[in-house]
Protein backbone atom coordinates (compact mmCIF):
# COMPACT_ATOMS: atom_id res chain seq x y z
CA UNK A 1 0.00 0.00 0.00
CA UNK A 2 0.93 3.52 -0.70
CA UNK A 3 3.18 4.71 2.45
CA UNK A 4 1.14 8.04 2.08
CA UNK A 5 -2.15 6.33 1.98
CA UNK A 6 -1.11 4.13 4.92
CA UNK A 7 -0.20 7.61 7.11
CA UNK A 8 -3.28 9.00 6.04
CA UNK A 9 -5.13 6.23 7.47
CA UNK A 10 -3.33 6.07 10.49
CA UNK A 11 -3.60 9.92 11.33
CA UNK A 12 -7.51 9.56 10.79
CA UNK A 13 -7.23 6.12 13.17
CA UNK A 14 -5.32 8.33 16.20
CA UNK A 15 -7.70 11.77 15.91
CA UNK A 16 -10.93 8.94 15.91
CA UNK A 17 -8.82 7.16 19.10
CA UNK A 18 -8.09 10.56 20.72
CA UNK A 19 -11.99 11.48 20.47
CA UNK A 20 -13.42 8.62 21.29
CA UNK A 21 -10.44 8.82 24.63
CA UNK A 22 -12.37 12.09 25.28
CA UNK A 23 -15.57 11.15 24.59
CA UNK A 24 -15.21 8.15 27.14
CA UNK A 25 -13.65 10.25 30.04
CA UNK A 26 -16.73 12.73 29.42
CA UNK A 27 -19.19 10.34 29.68
CA UNK A 28 -17.65 8.90 32.98
CA UNK A 29 -17.45 12.21 34.48
CA UNK A 30 -20.99 13.67 34.14
CA UNK A 31 -22.27 9.75 34.70
CA UNK A 32 -20.56 8.96 38.18
CA UNK A 33 -22.69 10.31 40.87
CA UNK A 34 -20.14 9.78 43.81
CA UNK A 35 -20.32 12.41 46.19
CA UNK A 36 -16.57 13.29 47.62
CA UNK A 37 -15.91 16.25 49.89
CA UNK A 38 -13.01 18.34 48.13
CA UNK A 39 -9.94 18.55 49.17
CA UNK A 40 -7.58 21.35 49.97
CA UNK A 41 -5.91 22.66 46.81
CA UNK A 42 -2.69 21.92 48.30
CA UNK A 43 -1.58 18.91 50.07
CA UNK A 44 1.02 20.08 52.24
CA UNK A 45 0.08 22.10 55.49
CA UNK A 46 -3.25 20.68 54.81
CA UNK A 47 -3.55 18.57 58.16
CA UNK A 48 -5.03 15.51 55.75
CA UNK A 49 -3.62 12.39 54.60
CA UNK A 50 -3.43 11.78 51.36
CA UNK A 51 -6.03 9.86 50.08
CA UNK A 52 -4.89 9.26 45.74
CA UNK A 53 -4.07 5.90 44.55
CA UNK A 54 -0.58 5.18 44.01
CA UNK A 55 1.32 2.34 41.64
CA UNK A 56 3.58 1.65 44.79
CA UNK A 57 0.00 -0.51 46.28
CA UNK A 58 -1.91 2.41 47.85
CA UNK B 1 2.30 34.71 18.31
CA UNK B 2 1.42 32.76 16.08
CA UNK B 3 -2.14 31.36 15.82
CA UNK B 4 -1.38 27.97 16.28
CA UNK B 5 0.53 28.66 19.52
CA UNK B 6 -1.94 30.21 21.07
CA UNK B 7 -4.99 28.03 20.17
CA UNK B 8 -2.10 25.27 21.69
CA UNK B 9 -2.25 27.40 24.98
CA UNK B 10 -6.52 27.89 24.90
CA UNK B 11 -6.53 24.04 24.98
CA UNK B 12 -4.14 23.76 28.07
CA UNK B 13 -5.92 26.23 30.03
CA UNK B 14 -9.54 24.67 28.81
CA UNK B 15 -8.59 20.99 30.02
CA UNK B 16 -7.11 22.41 33.48
CA UNK B 17 -10.87 24.97 34.01
CA UNK B 18 -12.79 21.94 32.91
CA UNK B 19 -10.49 19.33 35.20
CA UNK B 20 -11.02 22.34 38.26
CA UNK B 21 -14.78 22.11 37.79
CA UNK B 22 -15.37 18.53 37.58
CA UNK B 23 -12.99 17.93 40.18
CA UNK B 24 -11.79 21.11 42.65
CA UNK B 25 -8.87 23.07 42.28
CA UNK B 26 -6.32 20.42 43.84
CA UNK B 27 -7.00 18.22 40.64
CA UNK B 28 -7.28 21.53 38.37
CA UNK B 29 -3.37 22.22 39.78
CA UNK B 30 -2.42 18.22 39.40
CA UNK B 31 -3.71 18.59 35.48
CA UNK B 32 -1.64 21.94 35.38
CA UNK B 33 1.61 19.99 36.37
CA UNK B 34 0.84 17.34 34.09
CA UNK B 35 0.86 19.76 31.73
CA UNK B 36 4.22 20.78 32.82
CA UNK B 37 5.58 17.21 32.70
CA UNK B 38 4.57 16.18 28.94
CA UNK B 39 5.86 19.54 27.59
CA UNK B 40 9.44 19.06 29.43
CA UNK B 41 9.65 15.30 28.53
CA UNK B 42 8.60 15.94 25.25
CA UNK B 43 10.70 19.58 24.60
CA UNK B 44 13.37 17.70 26.23
CA UNK B 45 13.31 14.62 24.46
CA UNK B 46 13.64 13.10 28.10
CA UNK B 47 13.48 9.79 27.94
CA UNK B 48 14.23 6.81 30.46
CA UNK B 49 14.54 3.93 27.61
CA UNK B 50 16.54 6.27 24.83
CA UNK B 51 18.84 6.89 27.47
CA UNK B 52 19.63 3.63 28.83
CA UNK B 53 19.55 2.21 25.12
CA UNK B 54 21.96 4.90 24.14
CA UNK B 55 23.83 3.39 27.14
CA UNK B 56 23.90 0.08 26.17
CA UNK B 57 24.71 -0.33 22.68
CA UNK B 58 27.15 2.72 22.34
CA UNK B 59 28.18 3.45 25.97
CA UNK B 60 26.89 6.64 25.57
CA UNK B 61 25.75 7.36 29.21
CA UNK B 62 24.40 11.12 28.71
CA UNK B 63 20.64 10.06 28.91
CA UNK B 64 21.78 7.61 32.11
CA UNK B 65 23.54 11.02 33.64
CA UNK B 66 20.48 12.78 33.00
CA UNK B 67 17.85 10.21 34.95
CA UNK B 68 20.72 9.94 37.46
CA UNK B 69 20.89 14.35 38.20
CA UNK B 70 16.90 14.09 38.13
CA UNK B 71 16.73 11.44 40.78
CA UNK B 72 19.22 13.32 42.98
CA UNK B 73 18.02 16.38 42.52
CA UNK B 74 14.38 15.52 42.96
CA UNK B 75 15.64 13.71 46.17
CA UNK B 76 17.20 16.67 47.73
CA UNK B 77 14.46 18.74 47.25
CA UNK B 78 11.85 15.72 48.36
CA UNK B 79 12.97 13.49 51.27
CA UNK B 80 13.13 16.70 53.88
CA UNK B 81 9.47 17.61 52.54
CA UNK B 82 8.48 13.37 53.17
CA UNK B 83 10.35 13.33 56.58
CA UNK B 84 8.79 17.01 57.98
CA UNK B 85 5.15 16.50 56.97
CA UNK B 86 5.13 12.89 57.67
CA UNK B 87 1.11 13.36 58.11
CA UNK B 88 0.54 15.20 54.82
CA UNK B 89 2.96 13.89 52.34
CA UNK B 90 3.51 9.78 51.61
CA UNK B 91 6.54 8.37 50.27
CA UNK B 92 6.12 5.44 47.15
CA UNK B 93 7.34 2.61 49.90
CA UNK B 94 6.78 -0.75 48.43
CA UNK B 95 8.00 -3.88 49.72
CA UNK B 96 11.18 -6.43 48.00
CA UNK B 97 8.76 -9.15 46.37
CA UNK B 98 9.25 -11.51 44.23
CA UNK B 99 7.20 -9.70 42.13
CA UNK B 100 9.44 -6.89 41.87
CA UNK B 101 12.06 -8.37 40.97
CA UNK B 102 10.46 -10.31 37.52
CA UNK B 103 7.96 -7.36 37.28
CA UNK B 104 11.11 -4.48 37.09
CA UNK B 105 12.70 -7.01 34.86
CA UNK B 106 10.30 -7.41 32.36
CA UNK B 107 9.44 -4.13 32.27
CA UNK B 108 13.03 -3.35 31.23
CA UNK B 109 12.87 -5.63 28.63
CA UNK B 110 9.53 -4.33 26.96
CA UNK B 111 10.09 -0.79 27.42
CA UNK B 112 12.77 -1.44 24.87
CA UNK B 113 10.46 -2.99 22.20
CA UNK B 114 7.52 -0.39 22.91
CA UNK B 115 10.24 2.44 22.56
CA UNK B 116 8.91 3.71 25.78
CA UNK B 117 8.65 3.38 29.39
CA UNK B 118 5.65 4.45 31.33
CA UNK B 119 6.14 8.00 31.16
CA UNK B 120 7.56 8.06 27.71
CA UNK B 121 4.51 5.86 25.86
CA UNK B 122 2.20 8.39 27.48
CA UNK B 123 4.07 11.66 25.83
CA UNK B 124 5.15 10.07 23.29
CA UNK B 125 1.54 8.89 22.74
CA UNK B 126 0.35 12.20 23.11
CA UNK B 127 2.65 13.78 20.37
CA UNK B 128 1.22 11.53 18.00
CA UNK B 129 4.27 8.60 17.69
CA UNK B 130 2.20 5.65 15.97
CA UNK B 131 4.31 3.07 17.75
CA UNK B 132 3.01 4.58 21.20
CA UNK B 133 -0.47 5.14 20.00
CA UNK B 134 -0.74 1.26 19.32
CA UNK B 135 1.00 0.32 22.09
CA UNK B 136 -1.06 3.01 24.88
CA UNK B 137 -4.84 0.72 24.84
CA UNK B 138 -2.58 -2.57 25.52
CA UNK B 139 -0.69 -0.58 28.17
CA UNK B 140 -4.02 0.05 29.41
CA UNK B 141 -5.05 -3.33 29.39
CA UNK B 142 -2.20 -4.72 30.86
CA UNK B 143 -1.92 -2.16 33.56
CA UNK B 144 -5.49 -3.46 34.72
CA UNK B 145 -4.97 -7.47 34.53
CA UNK B 146 -1.28 -6.25 36.55
CA UNK B 147 -3.01 -4.71 39.27
CA UNK B 148 -5.96 -7.55 39.26
CA UNK B 149 -3.21 -9.88 39.31
CA UNK B 150 -0.88 -8.00 41.51
CA UNK B 151 -2.11 -9.45 45.07
CA UNK B 152 -1.56 -12.87 44.27
CA UNK B 153 1.99 -11.96 43.13
CA UNK B 154 2.89 -10.12 45.95
CA UNK B 155 1.60 -13.29 47.98
CA UNK B 156 4.54 -15.35 46.28
CA UNK B 157 6.66 -13.46 49.37
CA UNK B 158 9.85 -11.41 49.44
CA UNK B 159 11.43 -9.14 51.85
CA UNK B 160 8.92 -5.99 53.72
CA UNK B 161 9.62 -2.37 52.94
CA UNK B 162 13.11 -0.75 53.75
CA UNK B 163 12.71 2.85 54.08
CA UNK B 164 15.73 4.71 54.60
CA UNK B 165 13.67 7.46 55.90
CA UNK B 166 13.51 5.92 59.21
CA UNK B 167 16.79 6.64 59.91
CA UNK B 168 16.15 10.70 59.39
CA UNK B 169 16.55 12.58 55.86
CA UNK B 170 19.66 13.70 55.84
CA UNK B 171 20.88 9.96 56.29
CA UNK B 172 18.05 8.71 53.56
CA UNK B 173 19.41 11.89 51.71
CA UNK B 174 23.33 11.10 51.94
CA UNK B 175 22.54 7.31 50.93
CA UNK B 176 20.15 7.77 48.19
CA UNK B 177 23.35 10.70 46.35
CA UNK B 178 25.98 7.89 47.27
CA UNK B 179 23.91 5.18 44.98
CA UNK B 180 23.59 7.98 42.27
CA UNK B 181 27.13 9.12 42.42
CA UNK B 182 28.28 5.57 42.02
CA UNK B 183 26.46 4.73 39.11
CA UNK B 184 27.72 7.99 37.73
CA UNK B 185 31.73 6.84 38.80
CA UNK B 186 30.97 3.37 37.01
CA UNK B 187 29.62 5.39 33.83
CA UNK B 188 32.71 7.86 34.26
CA UNK B 189 34.96 7.09 31.21
CA UNK B 190 32.55 6.26 28.95
CA UNK B 191 30.84 9.74 29.82
CA UNK B 192 34.15 11.16 29.01
CA UNK B 193 34.50 9.64 25.96
CA UNK B 194 31.07 10.65 24.75
CA UNK B 195 32.09 14.53 24.95
CA UNK B 196 29.43 17.29 25.81
CA UNK B 197 26.44 16.95 27.93
CA UNK B 198 23.88 17.73 25.87
CA UNK B 199 21.96 20.91 27.36
CA UNK B 200 18.44 19.55 26.98
CA UNK B 201 19.10 16.64 29.38
CA UNK B 202 20.52 19.04 32.01
CA UNK B 203 17.34 21.56 31.38
CA UNK B 204 14.90 18.48 31.53
CA UNK B 205 16.33 16.72 34.85
CA UNK B 206 16.02 20.15 36.66
CA UNK B 207 12.72 21.32 35.48
CA UNK B 208 11.44 17.35 35.94
CA UNK B 209 13.03 17.58 39.51
CA UNK B 210 10.79 20.89 40.06
CA UNK B 211 7.82 19.23 38.87
CA UNK B 212 8.24 15.98 40.84
CA UNK B 213 8.63 17.68 43.82
CA UNK B 214 5.37 20.25 43.22
CA UNK B 215 3.31 17.12 42.60
CA UNK B 216 4.64 15.78 46.53
CA UNK B 217 3.81 19.19 47.78
CA UNK B 218 0.18 19.44 46.21
CA UNK B 219 -1.15 15.62 45.79
CA UNK B 220 0.74 14.37 48.86
CA UNK B 221 2.52 11.25 47.26
CA UNK B 222 5.11 11.31 44.53
CA UNK B 223 4.56 11.18 40.77
CA UNK B 224 2.68 7.86 39.51
CA UNK B 225 1.54 7.42 36.04
CA UNK B 226 0.50 3.62 35.94
CA UNK B 227 -2.35 3.51 38.66
CA UNK B 228 -4.40 5.41 36.34
CA UNK B 229 -3.73 4.04 33.58
CA UNK B 230 -5.01 0.75 35.16
CA UNK B 231 -7.85 2.74 36.29
CA UNK B 232 -8.78 3.24 32.86
CA UNK B 233 -9.10 -0.09 31.52
CA UNK B 234 -10.94 -1.30 35.10
CA UNK B 235 -13.47 1.69 33.82
CA UNK B 236 -13.47 0.73 30.41
CA UNK B 237 -14.58 -2.90 31.53
CA UNK B 238 -16.73 -2.14 34.42
CA UNK B 239 -18.29 0.00 31.62
CA UNK B 240 -18.95 -3.28 29.10
CA UNK B 241 -20.62 -5.13 31.96
CA UNK B 242 -17.65 -6.54 34.65
CA UNK B 243 -18.40 -6.43 37.75
CA UNK B 244 -15.23 -5.89 40.01
CA UNK B 245 -17.01 -7.00 43.33
CA UNK B 246 -15.29 -10.05 43.36
CA UNK B 247 -11.59 -8.51 42.25
CA UNK B 248 -9.21 -9.18 44.93
CA UNK B 249 -8.02 -5.41 44.02
CA UNK B 250 -10.50 -3.75 41.74
CA UNK B 251 -13.40 -4.64 44.15
CA UNK B 252 -11.70 -3.89 47.93
CA UNK B 253 -11.06 -0.72 49.11
CA UNK B 254 -9.39 1.98 48.25
CA UNK B 255 -9.51 0.90 44.75
CA UNK B 256 -13.33 -0.22 44.83
CA UNK B 257 -14.27 3.65 45.41
CA UNK B 258 -11.93 5.32 42.93
CA UNK B 259 -13.41 2.79 40.64
CA UNK B 260 -16.93 4.13 41.48
CA UNK B 261 -15.67 8.14 41.46
CA UNK B 262 -15.36 10.04 38.11
CA UNK B 263 -12.22 9.55 36.40
CA UNK B 264 -11.26 13.36 37.09
CA UNK B 265 -11.22 12.53 40.72
CA UNK B 266 -8.02 10.13 40.11
CA UNK B 267 -4.65 12.17 40.92
CA UNK B 268 -2.68 9.85 38.50
CA UNK B 269 -5.44 10.14 35.84
CA UNK B 270 -5.88 13.49 35.61
CA UNK B 271 -1.54 14.15 35.91
CA UNK B 272 -1.93 11.61 32.61
CA UNK B 273 -3.92 13.69 30.98
CA UNK B 274 -2.26 16.73 31.56
CA UNK B 275 1.09 15.05 30.52
CA UNK B 276 -0.75 14.12 27.21
CA UNK B 277 -1.94 16.97 26.03
CA UNK B 278 1.19 18.98 27.17
CA UNK B 279 3.14 16.61 24.86
CA UNK B 280 1.09 17.23 21.94
CA UNK B 281 0.95 20.80 23.00
CA UNK B 282 5.07 21.33 22.58
CA UNK B 283 5.41 18.82 19.95
CA UNK B 284 3.17 21.17 17.63
CA UNK B 285 4.42 23.79 19.20
CA UNK B 286 6.65 25.01 16.28
CA UNK B 287 4.41 23.44 13.75
CA UNK B 288 3.26 20.20 12.20
CA UNK B 289 5.19 16.95 12.58
CA UNK B 290 6.63 15.01 10.57
CA UNK B 291 5.63 10.73 11.60
CA UNK B 292 6.92 7.92 9.81
CA UNK B 293 4.78 5.02 10.53
CA UNK B 294 6.12 1.71 11.65
CA UNK B 295 5.95 -1.35 9.84
CA UNK B 296 2.83 -3.47 10.53
CA UNK B 297 5.04 -6.30 11.96
CA UNK B 298 6.99 -3.73 14.26
CA UNK B 299 3.62 -2.39 15.69
CA UNK B 300 2.06 -5.33 16.39
CA UNK B 301 5.40 -6.35 18.04
CA UNK B 302 4.89 -3.10 19.84
CA UNK B 303 1.32 -3.92 20.84
CA UNK B 304 2.04 -6.86 22.16
CA UNK B 305 5.34 -5.80 24.21
CA UNK B 306 2.66 -2.73 25.60
CA UNK B 307 0.82 -6.05 27.11
CA UNK B 308 3.85 -7.14 29.30
CA UNK B 309 4.72 -3.63 29.89
CA UNK B 310 1.31 -2.92 31.92
CA UNK B 311 1.26 -5.77 33.10
CA UNK B 312 4.67 -5.90 34.86
CA UNK B 313 4.15 -2.41 36.06
CA UNK B 314 2.01 -3.65 38.66
CA UNK B 315 3.57 -6.49 39.49
CA UNK B 316 6.73 -3.72 40.28
CA UNK B 317 4.50 -1.62 42.22
CA UNK B 318 5.30 0.82 39.18
CA UNK B 319 7.09 2.03 36.09
CA UNK B 320 10.23 3.92 35.89
CA UNK B 321 7.78 6.86 37.25
CA UNK B 322 5.97 5.44 40.10
CA UNK B 323 8.50 2.98 41.10
CA UNK B 324 12.20 4.19 40.15
CA UNK B 325 12.10 8.05 40.48
CA UNK B 326 9.14 7.78 42.93
CA UNK B 327 10.74 5.10 44.63
CA UNK B 328 14.56 6.14 44.90
CA UNK B 329 13.23 9.94 45.61
CA UNK B 330 11.23 8.04 48.59
CA UNK B 331 14.32 6.47 49.88
CA UNK B 332 12.58 2.97 49.47
CA UNK B 333 14.82 0.57 48.97
CA UNK B 334 12.54 -0.99 46.04
CA UNK B 335 13.09 1.90 43.96
CA UNK B 336 17.39 0.74 43.69
CA UNK B 337 15.86 -2.76 42.96
CA UNK B 338 13.45 -1.79 40.38
CA UNK B 339 16.45 -0.08 38.26
CA UNK B 340 18.77 -3.02 39.17
CA UNK B 341 16.40 -5.37 37.42
CA UNK B 342 14.66 -3.17 34.63
CA UNK B 343 18.74 -2.28 33.54
CA UNK B 344 18.97 -5.87 33.46
CA UNK B 345 15.69 -6.80 31.50
CA UNK B 346 16.42 -3.83 29.54
CA UNK B 347 20.02 -5.61 28.16
CA UNK B 348 17.69 -8.29 26.69
CA UNK B 349 15.25 -5.76 25.67
CA UNK B 350 17.95 -4.03 23.28
CA UNK B 351 19.11 -7.80 21.85
CA UNK B 352 15.20 -8.56 21.03
CA UNK B 353 14.70 -4.96 19.73
CA UNK B 354 17.56 -5.66 17.31
CA UNK B 355 16.16 -8.71 15.95
CA UNK B 356 12.64 -7.60 14.94
CA UNK B 357 12.45 -4.73 11.98
CA UNK B 358 13.10 -1.34 13.89
CA UNK B 359 14.56 0.78 10.75
CA UNK B 360 17.34 3.83 12.82
CA UNK B 361 14.72 6.70 13.16
CA UNK B 362 11.97 5.01 11.57
CA UNK B 363 10.11 5.23 14.92
CA UNK B 364 9.26 8.27 15.44
CA UNK B 365 10.80 11.77 13.80
Known amino acids: MNTNLRLRRFRRFTALFWLGFTVLILLDAFSSRVYRPEPPPIALGSGQAPGGGHCSGR | ?365
Request: hydrophobic fraction near 55%; proline fraction near 6%; charge should be positive.
Open chain 2, 1 to 365: MPIRRLLLIAGALALVFAVTLLAGLRQGLLTLLGLGFGAVLQGCRFGFTTGWREYLERRNPHGLWAQLLLLALASSLMLPLLAQHSGELVGAVAPLTFSLVLGAFLFGAAMQLTDGCGSGTLYKAGAGSPLSVVVLPTFVLGSFLGASHQPAWVALGGLPPVDLLRYGWPLALALTLSGCALVALLTLPQARAAGPWPRRWVIGAVLLALLAALHLIVAGQPWGIVYGVGLWGAKAFAALGWNPAADPFWGVAPHAARLAEPIVYDVTSVTNFGLLYGAYAASRWHGPVTTNLPSARRLLVAAAAGLVLGYSSRMAFGCNVGALLGGITSASLHGWVWFAMAFLGSMVGVRLRRRIDVPQGAVFA
